[in-house]
């Protein structure tokens, strides 16, 4: 008995230490950019896809995109001024620019989750980030991540989805700044 408590009390510390999820893929090619810099302009995210569902909801996915995505370098203080900006902004002269493209977003279907189960109906979020020197044609670092849900009943799986995906990109360019 004492010997499964310790086991069980071994699995639940390894899933603590393992930190925030990393993105799927990262390329980096010039980490310089992102360390010398005290100023990030996160962009207003671009729209991979071509769906006229996926148009009308575009703009709440990618307003939590941007907002947890400045959250999380806020909360890390590695950035002295952390702009959002709004789609149709110039993108300014000086800076990181952080450039996303939402690559494909489903909402899933509550009624399969809750009474199919087994992944019917999982909400999923994919994005690719890249970062640049403003002024640079070079991305420093590029990312892509997706993130899947097959639980939950929550209506705003795939809105977590996204912010997950931030949170991802977010941490990755912490370490890369520090």
């Known amino acids: 008995m ?42 207003y995210p671009v729209n991979g896809g071509n769906t006229e569902e996926l148009n009308n909801t575009i703009s709440t996915y990618f307003a939590k995109y941007q907002a947890k995505f400045k959250e999380i370098l806020m909360e890390e203080n590695t950035f002295s001024n952390i702009t959002i900006l709004n789609a149709g902004d110039p993108i300014p002269s000086t800076g990181l ?27 999923w979020a994919e994005f690719s980030c890249e970062a640049f020197n403003a002024g640079d044609t070079t991305a420093a670092l590029f990312m892509k991540h997706r993130k899947g849900s097959a639980g939950g009943m929550k209506s705003d799986e795939a809105i977590e989805n996204v912010e997950e995906v931030a949170t991802a990109f977010a941490y990755k360019i912490v370490s890369l700044k520090k």
Not at 29 to 40: F, G, Q
Not at 102 to 123: Q, W, Y
């Open 97 to 123: 620019i952080l450039k996303s493209t939402l690559i494909e977003i489903d909402g899933g279907n509550k009624a399969l989750r809750m009474f199919v189960g087994f992944g019917a109906g999982s909400t």
């Open 2 to 43: 004492k010997k499964n408590i310790i086991a069980v009390l071994g699995c639940v510390a390894l899933l603590f230490a393992r930190g925030h999820e990393e993105p799927d893929s990262c390329k980096i090619n010039n980490a310089n950019v992102i360390s010398k810099t005290d100023t990030v302009y996160i962009a």
